[in-house]
């Protein structure tokens, strides 16, 4: 396979429902998209980047610029066997891991259309159905957080994740086990706390939770380790898990005790599939993270949480929950029972929608020759 021709887009969609976290609020996604041309087949991606550095350094403008001046040199032309043969060609590159997963998940894609095969089955992926749950934002009042939570449970999600942040931590979590005694419940914090707030997380132990997800610094394994020392509860790291290398680190020290994989932060398919295999082997918990993605990364999510691994329910949910208008036809559905029943034909199973994409592009670029 040869990539001749490389496209990436800008397009914007606004959500539902703002989403905010302990680093701010989002109303609008600026999403990156890529599509790849090799040899009469088509592939498209969708980079993870945010519009700001908060989650990571990665934006959606940093990306643009490491695609079109970095990876697509690298990529034009030149001949692979399996996608995986891109995780190699990147391994030089420091950081960028969703700049680089936006151009590789794209070539899984195609590898999967040209074959006709399903993704997940070319990715290794076993399960049928994928469990679902959702992750609630910081809202306006505590009302307006245990509605949203009423809701999400009358559709049948079966984990719910709050975010929480100083001053919207405890007392909420306290009202949420009140109200709902006996859900599945998570709390996830983006790094919003230090070790100087041992004593308050330590207290999260009363809620009975699944995991407290990413309590500290974006970057830290090293305090996680002794925090997950004195908790009962479970930690799971996001954010500093962004390789095998460093997820092998972490488990190693006991950092954490669940991994929230997700595929752009680690650079995509084939450092995912590492990472997945490693804590398999380690018999760490893994389950797909989401980054408000529209509808080509969510088929992506949903093609990775077929692993085996992945047995915890994940933030992949249904795209009505996001977008008016999803940029795939049919949108990701869940069921009353909270499953994505998993598309059984070549490709994802989700079609972008060219026309309404090309609709709501606000710039494009093309590379090739
Ligand atoms: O930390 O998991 C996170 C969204 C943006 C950035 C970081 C995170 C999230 C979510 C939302 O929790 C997951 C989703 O519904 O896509
Ligand atoms: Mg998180």
Redesign the pocket.
């Known amino acids: 396979m040869k990539i001749e021709k490389l496209e990436i887009r800008e397009i914007t969609l606004p959500l539902v429902h703002f989403?905010e976290?302990s680093f701010g609020r989002t109303e609008r996604r600026r999403i990156l998209l890529t599509k790849v041309f090799c040899d009469g087949a088509v592939g498209y991606g969708e980079c993870t980047a945010?519009e700001r550095p908060l989650?990571s350094h990665e934006t959606i403008d940093t990306a643009w610029i490491v695609i079109r001046e970095v990876l697509v040199p690298m990529v034009l032309n030149r001949v692979w066997d399996s996608p995986s043969d891109l995780n190699q060609w990147f391994c030089p590159i420091r950081g960028h891991q969703m700049a680089r997963a936006a151009i590789e998940n794209a070539c899984w894609d195609l590898t999967a259309r040209a074959k006709n095969i399903p993704l997940h089955q070319l990715l290794g992926g076993t399960r049928k159905t994928i469990p679902c749950g959702?992750?609630i934002g910081i809202q306006n009042s505590p009302e307006q957080l245990l509605d949203k939570i009423t809701t999400e449970l009358s559709a049948g999600y079966r984990r719910i994740?709050i975010k929480i942040k100083p001053g919207w931590d405890y007392d909420i979590v306290r009202q949420v086990r009140k109200r709902f005694p006996d859900i599945s419940l998570s709390v996830?914090a983006?790094s919003a706390y230090t070790l100087a707030d041992i004593d308050l997380l330590k207290r999260f132990d009363d809620f009975n939770l699944i995991m407290i997800?990413?309590p500290l610094s974006y970057d830290d394994i090293v305090d996680h380790a002794q925090l997950q020392r004195v908790l009962r509860t479970a930690i799971c790291l996001?954010e500093p898990i962004t390789s095998v290398d460093n997820a092998r680190k972490a488990i190693e020290m006991k950092s954490g005790r669940i991994i929230?994989l997700k595929l752009g932060r680690v650079g995509g398919f084939s450092e995912a599939i590492k990472i997945h295999d490693y804590a398999l082997e380690h018999k760490i918990p893994v389950w797909c993270?989401?980054?408000?993605?529209a509808g080509i990364g969510r088929s992506h999510n949903i093609a990775m949480s077929t692993l085996p691994g992945f047995c915890l329910p994940g933030?992949v949910?249904a795209s009505q929950r996001y977008f008016h208008e999803d940029i795939i036809d049919p949108p990701v559905t869940v069921d009353r029972d909270g499953f994505i029943d998993v598309p059984q034909i070549g490709g994802t199973g989700y079609e972008p929608k060219e026309e309404y994409i090309e609709k709501i592009t606000v710039r494009r670029e093309v590379f090739s020759g």
């Open positions: 989403f976290t945010g989650f959702v992750s994740k996830d983006n997800e990413q996001d929230n993270g989401g980054m408000l993605e933030d949910s």
